[in-house]
């Protein structure tokens, strides 16, 4: 009996590629029909182009396309856990519309995979963006992420990857609401094997992950991943503490005991005020950081679902 493997094709007014899409993957996944069996879950984010139309006259074509659309934009995150929430493969890939990964690598995952291996990850060893600023941020971030996250995530791993049905099915279970796809993955261990291949430029159309976005993805996945700000923080205030200590110890002892070569310290409000911005402007921050984790606990708290299916065909 053949496998099934799902691809998961997440979209956001993607009109200008759903076609290119949908040619690639299906020259693709021609080859293998002896091999697999494929389904096509096209993920719409609530476009407002003409994404959902293209997608929807796909699957009258092919009985093998999918299409959920949220009632809303979800985000990608959410995105992706709908996906593995509805798709039946032996193992799933996840191929974003903006084709920066290549389709063409399928083969190469689908060999590994056979191999024994229950996760198959891109690791980018050129990255092309749109801009430098954005490539630098990507990688900063990545960095970043990889140096304070408990999950040993790499730091040029993508988010094109393929995973067995048993990794699915653990990932699902995991339902926060404030989720990093990568870490989740890493998280639950596995055999995982890597490979590398080049980002090409995005294809047609404009990303919306831009640089605020990096930043913002490197944040949600050093709080969802790692309490290192939390200790972070309480190492700084506890040298701060014992730097004013000494500070007051020294003060007091010149006071008592000052060489005849020093000055007494010229009277003004400088230096208070100079530290009462700095510990103002630490606490701000350190309570910043607290609410960051207490914010997450907060929407754990509520339940709400991770996305809500307004239009689905074939699934």
Known sequence: MKKTISILIPAYNEEDNIPVVIQRLSVLTDSFLHT????????????????????KKQTEIDKRWKYLRYSRNFGSEASIAAGFDHCIGDAAI???????????????????????????YGVVRNRRDSSWLK???????????????????????TDF???????????????????YYRGLVHW???????????????????????????VVLAFNAVFCF???????????GLSLTMLS????????????????????????????VILALFLVGTNSLFLGLIGEY???????????????VAERVNC
Request: hydrophobic share 40%; charged share 25%.
């Open 36 to 55: 697999y069996d494929f389904e096509f879950l096209l993920l719409d984010n609530c476009s407002t182009d003409k994404t959902p139309q293209l997608a």
């Open 94 to 120: 996840l191929v974003f519309s903006d084709l920066q990964d290549p389709p063409e690598k399928i083969p190469e995952m689908l060999q590994i995979w056979e191999g024994g291996v229950d996760v198959v």
């Open 135 to 157: 490539t630098l941020g990507a990688r900063l971030a990545y960095r970043l992420i990889y140096h304070l996250t408990d999950s040993n995530i790499p730091p040029d791993g």
């Open 161 to 179: 990857r393929l995973l067995d049905r048993k990794v699915i099915d653990a990932v699902r279970c995991m339902r926060e609401p404030d989720r």
């Open 188 to 214: 639950v261990g596995f055999r995982q094997k890597s490979f590398v291949y080049d980002r090409a430029l995005r294809q047609k159309g404009n990303s919306n992950a831009n640089l605020i976005h990096c």
């Open 226 to 236: 790692s309490s290192a700000p939390m200790r972070l923080s309480l190492i700084f």
């Open 245 to 272: 200590i000494a500070m007051s110890i020294g003060y007091v002892i010149l006071f008592f005991v000052r060489p005849s070569f020093m000055k007494p310290p010229p009277p003004g409000l400088t230096t208070v």
């Open 294 to 308: 207490v914010g997450r606990i907060y929407n754990q708290g509520k339940r709400r679902p991770l996305y809500i």
